[in-house]
């Protein structure tokens, strides 16, 4: 590769313009999104074409431990082979020298794609959008928090001190003051963004005490799971220069809002590079309607990538910014499935199930798999809800095994994505659940030490 720094974006080759690159962070996701890899000297990078990792990244679980999740042939942590995809370089600005960071792709030593890569499961869904002359359009947005820094768990979260030198405070949506007290930290975070090449879209603060939102500019979903991996770290780097924490927590803090993923999807002819959620005379086709459709029936199947985590399902919560049920609308944000204000070409239904939490590349995927099985099986959705969709019945499962059942049940959902990386996925998540099940909460000893 002694020609590769050519083949890398021009945001990447203009942030080492007239320096020295010392440094290269070769990262891949793992099943909860967290960064695994190697950092090594840029003159080392250059020299190979791929480096390796043992399989076993995947069946990691977030406290660390394992699930058991290798199969037939035993936990041997067989290496994979990591190929850089050089363009997504990008650099690490936050960093003391000069680093830049390179997702890499996993394959098996035959050359398959891992199947139960994150990235590699985004990438089988897009391809299935390709075989029938589709091409999916994702826009997602960010939703976070800045917190005061929390160094022990048993304290509750607090919301992170201001410019002004209070705390801030909650209900302040779309408040540009608000933005304003988190200056700083938005300063390095669009610095950074800069630097890294990404386009910010807009932000604005959300209805929780140092909630901010973010969201980037529409495309492919592939680079858009990228810049969401990203980004998330990004913005960690970002608050911790100045004495803060960035949680995407699904529901950091007990009475205010989660903080969710929303994910906009549209689908152009890959031919015409039109809208197929558009008709020749502007009007809604059978395909809106179905991708509305197969959200409606498999969402509650695909809920444990939208939800991975026992946290995840206390977002769901009525009345609190965060769907309770299935239902859509036009231009309502009481329901899971909204269909924004739009113009003909730029027609598009946003998915509102997905916590912040999620991994990206799961929770486009997912999201994806599921409109395309609406227009593959033809699905038909409910009738549009008219309303306070909060006042409708609860549709989502409200707990982690619920969440797991309904995923086992939907074998034409697993098929999309791959029965390998369904069967590693529920494997490693119940073992996190069952982890947690062990730790004995505060709740527990406040109202039943004494009382039962």
Same mark, same amino acid.
């Not at 791959?418 to 998540?429: L, M, N, P, Q, T």
């Given at each position: ?24 962070e ?13 950092a ?15 399989n ?33 370089a990008?650099?690490?600005p ?6 830049? #960071? ?17 990235r ?8 299935? +959008?390709?075989?029938?002359?589709w ?35 909650a209900? #302040?949506? +779309? ?9 700083p ?23 929780g005490?140092? #909630? ?13 799971a990228?810049?969401v ?34 994910v ?9 590079g ?16 179905h ?24 977002? +769901? ?11 859509w ?25 997905p ?5 990206p ?9 599921c ?15 008219k ?13 982690? +095994?619920?969440?797991?059942? #309904?995923?086992?049940?939907?074998q ?6 791959s ?33 039962v």
């Amino acid at each position: 590769m002694s020609d590769w720094k050519g083949e890398i974006p021009n945001a990447a080759t203009e942030y080492l313009k007239g320096h020295r690159l010392d440094e290269v962070e070769c990262l891949i996701a793992d099943l909860s999104g967290i960064a695994r890899g190697k950092a090594m000297p840029a003159s080392k990078f250059g020299t190979q074409a791929q480096f390796y990792l043992p399989n076993s990244i995947f069946f990691q679980t977030i406290t660390g431990d394992w699930g058991e999740a290798a199969g037939d042939e035993g936990f041997t942590e067989p290496d994979m082979v990591l190929k850089p995809d050089l363009s997504t370089a990008t650099a690490a600005p936050w960093t003391g020298d000069w680093t830049l #960071q390179v997702i890499h792709d996993a394959f098996t030593k035959a050359g398959d794609p891992v199947p139960f890569a994150p990235r590699n499961v985004l990438k089988r869904v897009v391809q299935l +959008y390709n075989d029938k002359g589709w091409t999916p359009i994702v826009a997602p947005e960010m939703e976070f928090y800045l917190t005061a820094p929390n160094i022990d768990p048993a304290q509750e979260i607090k919301a992170m001190v201001g410019r002004s030198g209070r705390p801030a405070a909650a209900r #302040q949506a +779309y408040s540009i003051s608000a933005v304003d007290e988190f200056g700083p930290v938005i300063d390095d975070i669009y610095d950074f963004a800069e630097a890294q090449g990404f386009e910010i879209d807009g932000i604005t603060q959300e209805g929780g005490a140092g #909630q901010l939102e973010i969201n980037l500019l529409h495309g492919d979903p592939v680079k858009l799971a990228d810049e969401v991996f990203f980004f998330k770290r990004l913005i960690r780097e970002a608050a911790h220069r100045h004495k803060c924490f960035a949680t995407f927590m699904a529901k950091p803090i007990e009475a205010e809002p989660g903080s969710a993923m929303h994910v906009h999807h549209s689908v152009l002819d890959s031919e015409t590079g039109k809208n197929i959620f558009s008709d020749a005379d502007g009007g809604e086709t059978p395909e809106f309607m179905h991708f509305i459709g197969g959200l409606q029936r498999y969402i509650p199947a695909a809920t444990p990538l939208f939800a991975p985590y026992v946290n995840s399902y206390r977002r +769901y919560v009525k009345d609190n910014a965060a769907p309770i049920n299935l239902e859509w609308a036009r231009d309502n944000r009481t329901t899971a499935i909204r269909v924004p204000i739009s113009g003909p070409q730029a027609r598009r239904v946003e998915n509102r199930l997905p916590g912040m939490d999620c991994n990206p590349y799961l929770g486009i995927a997912a999201s994806l798999a599921c409109g395309y099985l609406g227009m593959v099986e033809k699905i038909a959705p409910k009738d549009e809800f008219k309303g306070d969709a909060y006042d409708a019945d609860e549709e989502i499962p409200r707990g982690v +095994y619920a969440a797991f059942d #309904q995923f086992a049940a939907a074998q034409p959902l697993r098929d999309v994505l791959s029965e390998s990386f369904a069967r590693v996925y529920e494997i490693v998540k119940i073992a996190e659940y069952e982890d947690f099940l062990q730790v004995i909460s505060p709740w527990e000893r406040e109202h039943l030490l004494l009382n039962v």
